[in-house]
């Protein structure tokens, strides 16, 4: 990844924080997500990508609404949070979803290879 001194700020910030991100059973970053992905209204069997998508807030709700037949990729920047929540995917048992370091300026997905694309709490970060 080529990044400028600014997203590798970003990306070594998440490092940093990822063990805890999202862990201290506040509710914050999961009612955001959940109502994205309501509004996002996607479909049983969809194809979706997740941009930014850390400890898996959007991730997982996305998940639950594509269901069984359905797939949900998760890409994030910071190798940290794809570890985390690689290993939450392996506790959880969970069908349908990967996750890969990546950086969502440059995702490497041809065009219309997904139904849906989202970012809770990330796309503002993402270079244009
Ligand atoms: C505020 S967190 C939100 C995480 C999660 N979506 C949530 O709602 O809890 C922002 C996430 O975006 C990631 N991020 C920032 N810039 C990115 C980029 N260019 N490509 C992919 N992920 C990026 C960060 O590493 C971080 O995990």
Redesign the pocket.
């Known amino acids: 990844m080529n990044m400028s001194s600014s ?1 590798t700020a ?2 070594r910030t ?1 490092d940093t924080v990822a063990g805890s ?2 862990q201290n059973g506040v509710e914050y ?1 999961r009612p ?2 959940t109502r994205l992905v309501e509004l996002a209204a996607l479909g049983a069997g969809e194809y979706v990508l ?6 898996g ?2 991730l997982f709700a996305a998940a639950d609404a594509v269901g069984p037949a359905g797939q949900v990729v998760g ?4 190798a940290a ?1 794809i570890a985390k929540t690689a290993a939450d995917l392996r506790r959880r048992h969970a069908t349908g979803v990967v996750v890969a370091v ?4 440059a995702p490497g997905f041809g065009p219309g290879y997904f139904d849906a694309v989202i ?4 796309v503002h ?3 244009g």
């Open positions: 997203e970003v990306r998440f991100y999202d970053f955001i997500a997740d941009v930014g998508c850390g400890r807030a959007a890409i994030d920047v910071s949070m990546m950086d969502g300026a970012g809770s709490n990330s970060m993402v270079p």
